[in-house]
């Protein structure tokens, strides 16, 4: 459980600092696909970068109660699927449709 927990910290940290760039603009981290049809991209980067802070925010959390074992599948199962919904919010908000 402890590995699950270092890996899960780490990835946290990865996407988080991704987050915060994409947040203050750096679009370009994010695949051009998926910006295709994007005319607002200063909204698309915030909301884009709220998204996976969550996602981070998330897998943080869930590596921190890995050490206490029991809810730390939960969390992380529960805030990957608002993340991933919120992505897909996103998308369909900016790009006009998720692909």
């Given at each position: 459980m402890i590995l699950y927990a270092i890996i899960l910290l780490l990835s946290a940290l990865l996407c988080g600092v991704l987050a915060v760039r994409i947040y203050q603009g750096k679009t370009e981290l994010i695949h051009d696909y998926?910006?295709?049809?994007?005319?607002?991209?200063?909204?698309?980067?915030?909301?884009?970068?709220?998204?996976?802070?969550?996602?981070?925010?998330?897998?943080?959390?869930?590596g921190l109660l890995a050490f206490a074992v029991v809810p730390a599948?939960?969390?992380?199962?529960?805030?990957?699927?608002?993340?991933?919904?919120?992505?897909?919010?996103?998308?369909?908000?900016?790009?006009?449709g998720v692909f």
């Open positions: 998926h910006q295709k049809n994007v005319k607002d991209l200063e909204g698309y980067g915030k909301a884009f970068g709220k998204a996976l802070g969550f996602m981070a925010a998330a897998m943080a959390v869930s599948v939960i969390v992380l199962v529960a805030g990957l699927t608002v993340g991933i919904l919120m992505l897909v919010a996103v998308q369909k908000k900016y790009n006009g």
